[in-house]
């Protein structure tokens, strides 16, 4: 069974599994992430995702290979530019990342100007086929974070010089179209209104948040939005940074490999938002992992079913290291989650409802 396919744009077919490719350069050597990418391709995915400040942990040292590594591979096996789709992402102001425009310090115009062009030159591409804002200039709560505090708030850039360089680029040909990233209901909906009003171009087509049996915020406010407005969701983080595959439960916690083990200590974001030791979370992951159990099925089948069901995703994006992970990601199309195993999932996540947001 081929990976199934769905029309992200009017002139954009992508397979609805996407190939993360944030491990690509730092857990993956080049010849590594080749073997990947093939076995991907060979297998129907033709949607590969990938970002500016890729691989993770990031740092100075190794910025920019996971697009390199993509681009290189296209180029070697001689692929047509129009069997893929490739998406990738312009990095938020940070501050932490000085290697990369100084932090980096805004998404002004010049910025995003800059990162299209060193993306570009990084992917050896004439073109991206879907340009994300990879989190909002603006304050919001994310990664992790729930509530709104506005004294955090600060001045960031305006909705309109975002729009405006993205729609620059989309007429200069360097982009076709424009998604968001870990982004709210407020800020999508901006986006949408201030390209109707006056960069029809750059209309927003799909919002690249994390969705899993463990993290279904989406569906609170921003899967209204998205229905309106024709909007697709891309559910990155399908199986909880893994932790849904139940590799973590076990006496060891997992193989030494794994990369809440490998980098522990130096991916905050991760091990904050997936941390086995609180218990509700490792009770919902102990009860999805043992429906999978009673019903036959592999913890990470259930895991990519129950996000493909969901009728606003275009695709799941996901990461592997090994190529059977891969694999198992890959049987996850050929599993239809029936009735009973819905109720029983939906019974977990009303007991402990998004414990991973």
Request: with cysteine; hydrophobic share 35%; proline share 5%.
């Amino acid at each position: 069974m081929a990976v199934p396919l769905f029309n992200l744009a009017p002139d954009i077919t992508v397979s609805r599994l996407c190939l993360g490719t944030m491990t690509f350069g730092e857990q993956n050597s080049l010849p590594q992430s080749f073997e990947l990418l093939d076995k991907a391709f060979d297998s129907g995915i033709n949607f590969f995702d990938s970002a500016e400040m890729y691989p993770v942990p990031q740092r100075s040292q190794t910025q920019g290979r996971s697009e390199e590594y993509l681009g290189r591979w296209i180029r070697s096996r001689n692929i047509p530019r129009d069997r893929v789709v490739l998406a990738t992402k312009v990095s938020g102001p940070s501050g932490q990342m000085t290697w990369i425009r100084n932090g980096p310090e805004s998404l002004d115009s010049r910025n995003i100007a800059e990162a299209i062009d060193n993306s570009l030159r990084r992917l050896q591409s004439d073109y991206i086929d879907l340009y994300q804002v990879h989190w909002p200039d603006r304050y919001v709560p994310m990664f992790g974070e729930t509530e709104y505090d506005q004294s955090r708030m600060y001045s960031s850039v305006s909705f309109e010089e975002q729009l405006a360089a993205l729609d620059r680029a989309i007429g200069a040909g360097k982009i076709r179209y424009i998604g968001l990233s870990n982004e709210t209901p407020y800020g999508l909906m901006k986006f949408l209104h201030v390209a109707e009003d006056d960069f029809g171009n750059a209309r927003t087509i799909s919002v690249q948040n994390c969705y899993n049996l463990l993290c279904r915020n989406f569906d609170s406010g921003m899967a209204e939005c998205c229905h309106h407005e024709r909007v697709s969701l891309l559910a990155y983080s399908p199986l909880a940074m893994g932790i849904l595959t139940g590799k973590y439960l076990s006496v060891g916690r997992g193989p030494d490999d794994a990369r809440l083990n490998l980098f522990k200590g130096r991916y905050a974001e991760g091990e904050s938002r997936y941390n086995l030791s609180n218990g509700i979370i490792r009770k919902a992951t102990e009860l999805y992992v043992s429906i999978a159990e009673k019903h036959g099925v592999h913890p990470v089948s259930l895991a990519i079913a129950f996000v493909l069901r969901h009728p606003l995703v275009a695709s799941a994006v996901f990461g592997a290291t090994k190529l059977w992970q891969l694999e198992e990601v890959i049987n996850g199309c050929k599993v239809h989650l029936s009735p009973e195993i819905v109720a029983e999932i939906d019974e977990v996540h009303s007991a402990f409802p998004n414990p991973c947001p």
